[in-house]
């Protein structure tokens, strides 16, 4: 029978965090399960081509059910499904959130996730190529660096925004988040720095870490309430392996609550319907989801605008409170860059430019149950974007901010057409409706094993799921309330302190274990 330590299902963001820190001392024995594959497309190495990658074999390719709000259009879900999770497919973009947001947990009833608690497992991470202070560490495994060769429109993004009265912000990681600059990004010598390239591929061949890829993970499997193990899927065959410590679920916002609820912990009522045994009823698994929609501002332009190899595209952004509130975290966040962003009924054929505008801090909700008790058949998921009317009102904020930056003097001279939502759409009326048509996702989930102690919450403080033994989450979904801005870097640091707080039981066990021997 194979026995490891730890098992940890899903080399994502956190994942590949985990399998590093957990494997350091040589002696902990770490299984990282894997449903996708290395990053072997030559696309992973190119920023530019990071959309490229999506609806390939390592993309889940996941779809929101019709979304009611929004003219009951279906909204894509990239997942990456590789080593290194979405790090191996997402723009690359290094935010790690407000302060507010992680003072915000501990408010919530989470000791340990204030926003000083955190900062030091951001650092751990780090190896910051330019900035030097207090909030920033050279030390880290994850390159993060500023972009090589910005176009000029989203430089000149910045200088309007600065004209307009915004603070011009060289860090949106350090003192304060509001203004406007160009963005960090996750790449190392002009190619993507994924968490599978930084803590993962370094680090294969210690023998105490095993990476098993194409594996799909079917079920946890218990003893009463406690984690004994995990069955899964590899070359068309059935595995179980058995744990000694603990199984970390790190399979993502959308597949740590699927499989939750495929081994009988959620709504007892939604797992009696599909005929799986209870082990917990813990109705909170798959509610709370939340993500960042956005709506987009393009313009034709008049000469060519072709972006470089290195670049995300997303370059430039802003961050602000759309009532010019400094004492809580912003609202919005903008990206732009030198393509035309618009929705497919909008698009134009030649050079173009543009933003997104981004809805941060969403207050509609979202859900996850299954469709089936098959682990093969997607989820059934259902965001609610814009449910709630001060969602709907931010975005139309956002697009008369974006004009008025767009319409600076500093882009007569790059400025043609506007094709999105386009000149004759001026009035509320025809904005709200353009918003419905096209608003889209930022590709953002969390929530869904919220932390916590309330009664909706699946994992506790030391993200340990509530009701049984020998099981964490640690990924996006462990949030209770979305981060200000871009996911990855978050995930990362819940990895890096979920391994503190791994490390720190597993020496308790072992010396309960020398007590009673």
């Not at 332009?301 to 430039?316: F, G, K, M, R, V």
Request: glycine share 8%.
């Amino acid at each position: 029978m194979t026995e490891y330590d730890y098992i940890v299902i899903g080399a994502g963001s956190a994942g590949c965090v985990l399998a590093n820190r957990l494997t350091e001392d040589g002696k902990t024995t770490v299984l990282l399960l894997e449903a996708g594959n290395p990053a072997n497309l030559p696309e992973h190495q190119v920023p530019l081509y990071w959309i490229k990658l999506w609806g390939t074999e390592v993309d889940w390719a996941y779809f929101t059910e019709e979304e009611p709000y929004l003219k009951n259009r279906k909204i894509s879900c990239p997942r990456g499904k590789v080593l290194g999770g979405s790090s191996s497919i997402n723009a690359m973009i290094y935010i790690r959130g407000s302060r507010h947001d992680y003072d915000h947990w501990q408010e919530l009833g989470n000791p340990g996730w204030s926003y000083q608690d955190v900062l030091p497992y951001f650092k751990k991470s780090e190896n910051q190529q330019r900035i030097t202070s207090e909030f920033h560490s050279v030390d880290g495994l994850l390159s993060v660096t500023d972009p090589i060769a910005p176009s000029v429109t989203s430089q000149q993004f910045v200088e309007a925004a600065v004209a307009l009265g915004y603070e011009r912000n060289p860090d949106f990681n350090g003192t304060q988040q509001s203004g406007a600059g160009l963005y960090q990004l996750t790449v190392k010598d002009g190619k993507r720095e994924s968490t599978a390239t930084a803590f993962l591929l370094p680090i294969l061949e210690r023998p105490n870490l095993t990476v098993t890829t194409s594996a799909l993970v079917t079920r946890l499997l218990f003893e009463g309430t406690r984690t004994i193990g995990v069955e899964y899927l590899h070359q068309g065959t059935i595995h179980q392996t058995f744990v000694n410590q603990e199984v970390i679920l790190s399979a993502g916002t959308f597949d740590s609550p699927k499989l939750l609820m495929l081994s009988g912990i959620g709504n007892a009522q939604h797992l009696k319907s599909l005929d799986i045994p209870v082990v917990v009823d813990l109705p909170g698994v798959g509610q709370n989801l939340q993500d960042h929609p956005d709506v987009a501002v393009a313009y034709q332009a008049t000469q060519d605008l072709q972006p470089a190899s290195t670049s995300n595209i997303a370059e430039a952004g802003l961050f602000l409170h759309t009532e010019g509130r400094l004492d809580v975290a912003p609202d919005l966040q903008f990206f732009s860059g030198p393509i035309l962003w618009a929705h497919p009924a909008y698009a134009r054929q030649g050079p173009g430019f543009g933003a997104v505008a981004c809805l941060i801090n969403p207050q509609s909700r979202g859900s996850l149950t299954l469709r089936s008790a098959s682990p093969k058949d997607p989820l059934i998921i259902r965001m609610n974007y814009l449910q709630s009317e001060s969602d709907l009102q931010k975005l139309l904020a956002g697009i008369k901010i974006l004009r008025q930056i767009f319409h600076s003097d500093v882009f007569d001279e790059f400025r043609g057409e506007e094709a999105a939502p386009g000149a004759d759409n001026k009035s509320d009326e025809a904005l709200l409706a353009y918003i419905r048509e096209t608003c889209d996702s930022v590709y953002h989930p969390v929530g869904t094993c919220k932390m916590g102690t309330d009664s909706d919450s699946v994992v506790d403080p030391e993200l340990r799921v509530h009701g049984v033994k020998g099981l964490r989450v640690v990924d996006a979904s462990i949030m209770p309330t979305i981060t200000t801005g871009n996911t990855n870097a978050p995930t990362i640091m819940i990895g890096e302190k979920a391994a503190d707080l791994i490390k720190a039981a597993g020496r308790v066990s072992q010396q309960a274990l020398l007590i009673t021997t």
